[in-house]
């Protein structure tokens, strides 16, 4: 199993739809998650760290269940500029991060 | 603003050539850097850990001689390809991280294309 597996789409939407990615991790005792974005050709940038309660910002918001290990980011009214691709990673210990091959989204009007 | 800035962010050379990447760490001293790198179409993976005033931490399958880490300051780290030939070719990027379980931030990439 890999460390890190997310679905990588791609995902074609409309604007204004809601979209919804997930993520598994293998390493049970991961202490951090992480959601980044990636445009084409460009670094990673943290588009939100994931919290074990949940966590909101603006439109997006992810969700974390460690039990099931997996980790989901959800986009709601989405926009031509959310088209990238975005990372799921975790930190296994320490402050190495393992990251997935992302899940590329593409919206469209 | 920036938090790392990393240069140069384009390099094209011949094989054999020697290619220093530098990474800068702007807002906070950095003991720990990290480096990566990037295939297209897969996800970036950990090449070695830098260590401020002492040797690098290399992953598995990574040659230590040939990708030379030096991290001579706290807000410096450099990545020499040393000899690169076509098959190096890739996008390699720094990160500085605040502490153990913070996230990372990224330089801006450095594609090396080797011809």
């Known amino acids: 199993r890999k460390e890190v597996e997310q679905d990588p789409g791609p995902f074609n939407v409309p604007e204004g739809a809601t979209v919804a990615f997930n993520c598994t991790y293998s390493?049970?005792?991961?202490?951090?998650f992480f959601w980044y974005r990636q445009d084409c050709r460009k670094e990673p940038k943290l588009l939100m760290s994931?919290?074990?309660s949940g966590n909101e910002d603006g439109r997006f918001t992810a969700q974390l269940n460690r039990a099931s290990q997996y980790i989901s980011l959800l986009i709601r009214d989405s926009k031509l500029s959310d088209s990238a691709t975005y990372l799921c990673v975790v930190n296994p210990a320490g402050t190495a991060l393992i990251f997935g091959k992302g899940t590329t989204l593409s919206v469209s009007s | 603003g920036a938090v790392v800035s990393q240069h140069p962010s384009w390099v094209i050379c011949k094989s054999g050539t020697s290619v220093k990447i530098e990474c800068r760490s702007l807002d906070f001293q950095a003991t720990t850097m990290f480096w990566y790198r990037q295939f297209p179409k897969q996800s970036l993976m950990l090449m070695a850990t830098?260590?401020?005033?002492?040797?690098?931490?290399?992953e598995q399958g990574v040659e230590k001689d040939k990708f030379l880490i030096n991290h001579a300051s706290l807000t410096l780290s450099t990545l020499t390809v040393t000899s690169a030939h076509p098959e190096d070719s890739s996008f390699y990027i720094c990160?500085?991280?605040?502490?153990?379980?913070?996230?990372?931030?990224f330089g801006d990439g450095t594609r090396l294309s080797i011809l």
């Open positions: 994931v919290y074990s």
């Open positions: 390493n049970s005792a991961s202490q951090s």
């Open positions: 990160s500085v991280s605040q502490g153990a379980n913070q996230p990372q931030h």
């Open positions: 830098s260590n401020e005033g002492s040797k690098a931490t290399y």
